[in-house]
T-cell receptor, first 112, second 115 residues
Framework: AQSVSQHNHHVILSEAASLELGCNYS??????LFWYVQYPGQHLQLLLK??????LVKGIKGFEAEFIKSKFSFNLRKPSVQWSDTAEYFC??????????FGPGTSLSVIP | EADIYQTPRYLVIGTGKKITLECSQT?????MYWYQQDPGMELHLIHY???????EKGDLSSESTVSRIRTEHFPLTLESARPSHTSQYLC??????????????FGPGTRLTVL
């Protein structure tokens, strides 16, 4: 069955630390990949997306993600986190069957 | 301003009651979705719609039903609420793909508690 896994359930970092959140999916066909973020008390919103082309995509607020097809991965990175990055992060995969599958989410807490 | 609205934001109700969760969008999108999300867990698709008079069941079996009589409105109904229905319900919309894989835009969610 198609699935999306996220490596960490909860990550705690100090401000200015580097961030990498892992995401792997199980689907052999063409995919589109997304990272969504949910700040406390706010809607889920799109952070970045990959459709095709350059596997390194840049999103809002200094985030980027790299699609590695051979590893079925789409890891999210940020070189220096801020307290305002505290949020829940969801990786999502859209398959060629027009179906979006979400990962379980990673809760990021940034300590000032 | 284009947005997605969900009401109520919070609902506490007794077992056996009929409830309707409202979702409206002013994004001009054809496709709409309902997800169920338990705390700390992934989103599970329970219903979606490609447009007016189109409704489909999602991956997670749900006792709820939906209707799509107007493009902008996609309400979800539970005929008889039970404690197992306690969860957060998220509504989302997107443009119809047509070959382009567009992202989904989410509402604020309704947190339902059934006593």
């Amino acid at each position: 069955a198609q699935s999306v896994s996220q490596h960490n359930h909860h990550v705690i970092l100090s401000e200015a630390a580097s961030l990498e959140l892992g995401c792997n999916y199980s689907y052999g066909g063409t995919v589109n990949l997304f990272w969504y973020v949910q700040y406390p008390g706010q809607h889920l919103q799109l952070l970045l997306k990959y459709f095709s082309g350059d596997p390194l995509v840049k999103g809002i607020k200094g985030f980027e993600a790299e699609f590695i097809k051979s590893k079925f991965s789409f890891n999210l990175r940020k070189p220096s986190v801020q307290w305002s990055d505290t949020a829940e992060y969801f990786c999502a995969v859209k398959t060629s069957y027009d179906k979006v599958i979400f990962g379980p989410g990673t809760s990021l807490s940034v300590i000032p | 301003e284009a947005d997605i609205y969900q009401t109520p934001r919070y609902l506490v109700i007794g077992t056996g009651k009929k409830i309707t969760l409202e979702c409206s969008q002013t994004m001009g999108h054809d496709k709409m979705y309902w997800y169920q999300q338990d705390p700390g867990m992934e989103l599970h698709l329970i219903h979606y719609s490609y447009g007016v008079n189109s409704t489909e069941k999602g991956d997670l079996s749900s006792e709820s039903t939906v209707s799509r009589i107007r493009t902008e409105h996609f309400p979800l109904t539970l005929e008889s609420a039970r404690p197992s229905h306690t969860s957060q319900y998220l509504c989302a919309s997107s443009e119809v793909s047509g070959g382009a894989y567009n992202e989904q835009f989410f509402g604020p969610g309704t947190r339902l508690t059934v006593l």
